[in-house]
């Protein structure tokens, strides 16, 4: 087990603010949420409705996987994501539409299929080793923009394969200041304000995601054209996908919102997670030691390929646990379709339901000294007995994250390539504080010291 302070970043109000609501939502969660199963939160205004939080693997358990069909997306997520990922695509879409559109998708997120995708995460991890070591010896890295470029570029060479054509610095630029308008339209839902009000930022946002949406759609366009004069990638699976029910296909306006739903989901939750756990690495140097002996171990100086990603299992324990500690998506939302009950307890059509999962992977009667770092809590014979609901960065249930098996192969693929090379240590400053949005990401970034330990690339 690893203490260091900077694990517990959050300090929680006793009221619920509203500068907390906007700046870092996680602080108006009470103490209670570590060590209850189910609570509320109110008060901060009368307009507000009450919001419900679950920490409990049992009541989770009932909501999202045995009757996920009670249960939709919820207002206030909705409304903070819709800006940014349309209502179109797989994420918002419900009921049939949600049925076939994941039908349309799985294929190409099979675990069988994405393992022909490790040369592609081999290929962009060891880009990014060429670009460190061409560092001045001490340069401190702020981790979090390399792991969105490496990422993005994976996500890219997956969604597009080899022909798309586009400012991929541009558009992931883009990107990340759309996810800024996050905080502010979730308040606005909060306070039931409309959207359309502007918002420090807001004319530069819109205009950014107004180029995203040209941008996509002109990469859909260009790939109707190709047709199948290149190496197939999931944007063709998106072009062919037919209902075998109905023969219904994506219309246009589904591919673009699907393509670019891909490519912030399927990139900006990985880059959270690997910059968080290179960061809690730099502070635990054993446990870098032990991945780096592993990696050496199993690769040696070879290419990391099919056969070595599923034969690293300290990386990906590294990862759950980084996970665990700082989840990427930091809640779960839920809205009940009709007024009904969770477990014994009442829950109201108008009231979001959120699974708290920053709180869950900390709660005090599911984790033993749930602040630590641990990545052997993940060690097979450890994890066999939790709750399938304890530990849930991606979800659970039938809209469990379509990525997960993408996103830990990329991960694991990553991880390794970088520890190999580089040894990281963490760069003397102030306690982090964390800043949720989209995703967990960290205020003012996560810098480490990286230092090349291997003069030459393979
Ligand atoms: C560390 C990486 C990732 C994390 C932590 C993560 C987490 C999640 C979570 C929590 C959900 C919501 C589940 C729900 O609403 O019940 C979700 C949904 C989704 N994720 Fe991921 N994700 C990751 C990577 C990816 C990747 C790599 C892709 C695609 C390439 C992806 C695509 C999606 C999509 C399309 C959905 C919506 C699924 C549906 O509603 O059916 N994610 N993810």
């Known amino acids: 087990m690893f203490h260091d302070p900077d694990f517990t970043p959050v300090r929680t109000n006793e009221q619920p603010t509203f500068r907390s609501a906007l700046r870092n939502f996680l602080e108006n969660w009470p103490p209670a949420a570590y060590r209850e199963d189910f609570w509320s939160l109110s008060g901060i205004w009368p307009i507000i409705p009450k919001t419900v939080y679950l920490s409990d693997p049992e009541l989770i358990e009932e909501m999202l996987i045995a009757r996920p069909e009670a249960f939709g997306r919820d207002k206030l997520t909705t409304a903070a994501l819709s800006a940014n990922i349309a209502d179109d695509a797989l994420f918002f879409s419900e009921g049939a539409e949600w ?37 001045p010896r001490n340069t401190a890295v702020d981790v979090t923009q390399p792991m969105s470029e490496v990422t993005f570029s994976i996500i890219e060479h997956a969604l597009l394969g080899a022909t798309g054509t586009f400012d991929r610095a541009r558009y992931l630029s883009a990107m990340l200041t759309g996810f800024k308008g996050m905080g502010w339209q979730r308040f606005y839902a909060l306070l039931g304000l409309p959207k359309w009000l502007p918002f420090p930022g807001s004319r530069e946002i819109d205009r950014k995601l107004r180029y995203l949406y040209a941008e996509t759609a002109r990469l859909v366009a260009e790939r109707r054209l190709a047709g199948h004069a290149h190496a197939p ?36 939750t990985s880059a959270v997670a690997l910059a968080w756990s290179l960061w809690l690495l730099a502070k635990d140097q054993a446990s870098q030691e032990r991945l780096r002996n592993e990696v050496r171990d199993v690769v040696g100086e070879s290419d990391i390929d099919r056969n070595a990603v599923e034969n690293l299992p300290f990386a990906r324990q ?72 304890a530990y849930m960065p991606f979800g659970a249930g039938p809209r469990i994250c379509i990525g997960m098996s993408f996103a830990m192969l990329e991960m694991t693929t990553i991880l390794a390539a970088l520890i190999r ?10 306690r982090i504080e964390l800043s949720p949005d989209f995703t967990l990401r960290p205020k003012g970034g996560l810098p480490l010291f990286v230092e090349a330990i291997k003069p030459t690339a393979n």
Request: net charge positive; hydrophobic share 45%.
């Open 318 to 389: 590294v990862i759950q646990e980084a996970m665990r500690l700082f989840p990427p998506v930091a809640a779960l939302g839920r809205q009940p379709r009709e007024d009904t009950t969770l477990g014994p307890y009442k829950v109201l059509k108008k009231e979001p339901i959120y699974v708290a999962i920053w709180a869950l992977h900390r709660h005090e009667k599911l984790w033993d000294e749930p602040n630590a770092f641990d990545p052997d809590r993940f060690a097979p014979e450890k994890a066999k007995g939790r709750h399938r609901c």
């Open 99 to 135: 049925r076939w559109q994941r039908r349309a998708l799985a294929p190409a997120f099979r675990h069988e299929n994405l393992l022909a995708l490790v040369p592609i995460f081999a290929k962009c991890a060891k880009a990014q080793c060429a670009a460190w070591r061409q560092l």
């Open 233 to 268: 990638a999931i944007l063709d699976l998106l072009l062919s996908a037919k209902d075998p029910e109905t023969g219904r296909m994506l219309t246009d306006g589904e591919l673009i919102s699907n393509l670019y739903g891909l490519m912030v989901a399927g990139h900006e």
């Open 421 to 430: 090379d580089f040894r990281f240590t963490p760069v003397p400053g102030p």
